[in-house]
């Protein structure tokens, strides 16, 4: 697998896993022996950088994640996020679901050490901005972690560019991890330039479409009750027939290429920018390995400007209204 660098020395494959899906959002969560051995197998095929968070089950994706990479935790990066009040997000009150109060975080960085059994956090992210909490506290707070050893890097998910630059100058951001994919191309006006002048890497999360882009889903396609795309604008009926020219496009460069669509919304990811690492997300041992055969995919400046010339629009909101308004700009 090819490597990448975010930020100012954080080394990690050109493809890493999102493991949220094996244990929340998506439905039911994966059989914990099938998802262990999905991401050790990961780890063979050279994935080196796995994101998890304190919030995905709760806590149950960072002790999966845990037990998985143990044995291998010298061959691999992990990354998780900080930043909620579960109290909140259980009776689904987002405005008092953020919380990163500094006790807030280094309490809970304590407890996610424990659950990844590991000595020291990667890649420690807040999860999202939270606006009671000045930026600088936030990333004074992660300084004193780094420094004490338990944290080598700071992240940052969904900040807006301000947020990014404000943070910057306290402790030195390595990443910024945002949804962007095909059908998600806002980073492209404000925050990509930023993290270029400011030499952070972006990881972007859904590279897929939340699955879309892989061809595999259309206007019939059902999702389980414990679905979050059930909430989802972008995945109603009438949006998922509007949207399907991304695929359409996808498959006809596919077809060229001896490859999946999903393999050519990762390769379009990979040559945007050199500190590009998406994180893609599966429950499927093959679909995995697809992901990652991704990173030797080549595309030519023609099939890039392809996707350009193609003027692709996308329909629906990508988030329901209360998690819009929590998106920091």
Same mark, same amino acid.
């Given at each position: 697998? $090819?490597?990448? !660098?975010?930020?100012?020395?954080?080394?990690?494959?050109? *493809?890493?896993?999102?493991?949220?899906?094996?244990?929340?959002?998506?439905?039911?969560?994966? /059989?914990?022996?099938?998802?262990?051995?999905?991401?050790?197998?990961?780890?063979?095929?050279?994935?080196?950088?796995?994101?998890?968070?304190? %919030?995905?089950?709760?806590?149950?994706?960072?002790?999966?994640?845990?037990?998985?990479?143990?044995?291998?935790?010298?061959?691999?990066?992990?990354? #998780?996020?900080?930043?909620?009040?579960?109290?909140?997000?259980? &009776?689904? @009150?987002?405005? #008092?679901?953020?919380?990163?109060?500094?006790?807030?975080?280094?309490?809970?960085?304590?407890?996610?050490?424990?659950?990844?059994?590991?000595?020291?956090?990667?890649?420690?992210?807040?999860?999202? &901005?939270?606006?009671?909490?000045?930026?600088?506290? &936030?990333?004074?707070? %992660?300084?004193?972690?780094?420094?004490?050893? $338990?944290?080598?890097?700071?992240?940052?998910? +969904?900040?807006?560019?301000? #947020?990014?630059?404000?943070?910057?100058?306290?402790?030195?951001?390595?990443?910024?991890?945002?949804?962007?994919?095909?059908?998600?191309? +806002?980073?492209?006006?404000? *925050?990509?330039?930023?993290?270029?002048?400011?030499?952070?890497?972006? &990881?972007?999360?859904?590279?897929?479409?939340?699955?879309?882009? !892989?061809? $595999?889903?259309?206007?019939?396609? /059902?999702?389980?009750?414990? @679905?979050?795309?059930?909430?989802?604008?972008?995945?109603?009926?009438?949006?998922?027939?509007?949207?399907?020219?991304?695929?359409?496009?996808?498959?006809? *460069?596919?077809?060229?290429?001896?490859?999946?669509?999903?393999? *050519?919304?990762?390769?379009?990811?990979?040559?945007?920018?050199?500190?590009?690492?998406?994180?893609?997300? #599966?429950?499927?041992?093959?679909?995995?390995? +697809?992901?990652?055969?991704?990173?030797?995919?080549?595309?030519? /400046?023609? @099939?890039?400007?392809?996707?350009? @010339?193609?003027?692709?629009?996308?329909?629906?909101?990508?988030? /329901?209204?209360?998690?819009?308004?929590?998106?920091?700009?």
């Amino acid at each position: 697998m $090819k490597k990448r !660098t975010l930020g100012a020395g954080l080394e990690v494959s050109a *493809i890493g896993l999102g493991c949220m899906s094996m244990s929340f959002g998506y439905g039911a969560p994966g /059989p914990r022996g099938e998802m262990v051995e999905l991401i050790r197998r990961a780890v063979d095929r050279g994935v080196t950088f796995f994101d998890t968070a304190q %919030v995905y089950g709760p806590f149950t994706n960072e002790e999966l994640v845990g037990e998985a990479l143990e044995p291998v935790r010298d061959r691999v990066m992990i990354a #998780t996020k900080f930043g909620w009040n579960l109290d909140g997000l259980r &009776v689904g @009150d987002r405005a #008092t679901a953020l919380d990163s109060r500094p006790e807030t975080i280094r309490r809970t960085t304590d407890d996610s050490l424990r659950r990844l059994r590991t000595d020291c956090i990667d890649l420690l992210y807040q999860h999202r &901005v939270d606006p009671s909490v000045p930026i600088e506290d &936030v990333a004074g707070t %992660v300084k004193d972690l780094i420094h004490a050893g $338990k944290v080598k890097h700071f992240g940052l998910s +969904e900040a807006g560019a301000r #947020t990014i630059r404000r943070a910057h100058a306290v402790q030195p951001v390595a990443a910024l991890q945002s949804e962007y994919s095909l059908w998600w191309r +806002e980073p492209e006006e404000e *925050i990509m330039p930023t993290l270029r002048q400011l030499g952070i890497g972006f &990881v972007p999360f859904s590279p897929l479409g939340k699955g879309f882009l !892989t061809g $595999k889903i259309d206007d019939s396609t /059902p999702f389980e009750s414990g @679905d979050f795309r059930n909430s989802i604008p972008r995945f109603s009926d009438d949006a998922r027939r509007a949207n399907r020219g991304f695929v359409e496009l996808l498959q006809r *460069i596919a077809s060229r290429k001896s490859a999946t669509p999903a393999q *050519i919304a990762l390769a379009w990811l990979l040559a945007r920018e050199p500190w590009i690492v998406p994180i893609p997300g #599966t429950t499927k041992l093959h679909r995995m390995e +697809e992901n990652v055969a991704a990173a030797d995919v080549e595309l030519t /400046p023609d @099939d890039l400007r392809e996707f350009d @010339d193609a003027q692709l629009e996308a329909h629906g909101e990508r988030y /329901p209204e209360a998690a819009q308004r929590m998106i920091d700009r």
